[in-house]
């Protein structure tokens, strides 16, 4: 599990760290990442929600991919 303190940096001064919590766990045939992203201003929750599939989740999953087939 990885907790952390996350904010993007065009974020107002006044906004609070938001929290984001990775937890990793071995499913059949590979392994799962739950995520919980809590405490994102409402000015860019909608940023956000965009952002992790298009800059996270599909180069990770690309990343993963590339590696596994390399053995």
């Known amino acids: 599990m990885i907790v952390q303190a996350?904010?993007?940096s065009?974020?107002?001064?006044?906004?609070?760290?938001s929290i984001l919590i990775l937890n990793?766990?071995?499913?059949?045939?590979?392994?799962?990442?739950d995520m919980v992203h809590a405490g994102v201003p409402q000015h860019d929750?909608?940023?956000?929600?965009?952002?992790?599939?298009?800059?996270?989740w599909a180069p990770w999953?690309?990343?993963l991919k590339g590696k596994s087939a390399k053995g």
């Open 61 to 63: 999953k690309a990343y």
């Open 6 to 8: 996350w904010r993007a």
């Open 10 to 17: 065009h974020w107002h001064e006044s906004d609070l760290d």
């Open 24 to 33: 990793f766990s071995k499913v059949a045939g590979g392994g799962r990442v």
């Open 45 to 56: 929750h909608k940023g956000v929600t965009k952002g992790w599939p298009q800059y996270y």
